[in-house]
């Protein structure tokens, strides 16, 4: 029995859900998301709460049953109140300048990198710091991560792109 998958999952009033055949929409105030459900998952809305169920008990539909519950606690999450992930430009010269849709980065390169905006995805720029945030878990991740990848930390120096609240590593140098 999948510990995670047993647990029920609660929906405010201001959110909507509707299940058409294998897939599920669920619409809050910050937007809508929709997820096409496995044949083996069997969901169950009543009373304002979802719970997910497995259809038999062979162990690759044990696991998806925590995998698909755990997915739909995030898209209730991310239409209620939302993902955000904020990051730290760490280095002389490295800044950020937001223009349009896209943002600008020098990061120590001959070149300015151009990040073009993420669909469902809103970037902004205050001084070194970035602030990532969407409804979508997945695709806040993803941006965060290819941002972060624009210029990797170096561990001896200790700059970088990086995650606010993260832990930092600075590796002693030559003796």
């Known amino acids: 029995m999948s510990k995670i998958g047993k647990k029920v999952i609660d929906i405010d009033e201001s959110t909507t859900v509707d299940i058409k055949s294998q897939e599920l929409t669920i619409t809050g105030s910050l937007g809508r998301l929709t997820l096409e459900l496995d044949r083996d998952i069997n969901i169950d809305y009543s009373n304002n709460c979802i719970k997910v169920n497995a259809k038999s008990t062979d162990k690759s539909t044990r696991a998806k049953w925590g995998l698909y519950r755990s997915l739909i606690n995030n898209m209730v999450y991310g239409v209620t109140k939302g993902y955000h992930i904020e990051l730290e430009l760490v280095g ?42 969407g409804i979508d878990k997945q695709k806040v991740g993803q941006v965060a991560k290819r941002i972060c990848l624009l210029r990797k930390p170096d561990p001896y120096k200790g700059k970088g792109i990086f995650v606010v609240g993260s832990k930092r590593r600075k590796k002693q140098g030559k003796k």
């Not at 600008?104 to 070149?111: A, P, T, W």
């Open 92 to 133: 002389i010269g490295y800044r950020a300048l937001q223009k349009g849709n896209d943002i600008e980065f020098q990061l120590g390169y001959s070149h300015p990198i151009i990040f073009n905006e993420t669909e469902g995805i809103k970037i902004i720029v205050k001084g070194n710091k970035l602030t990532i945030s």
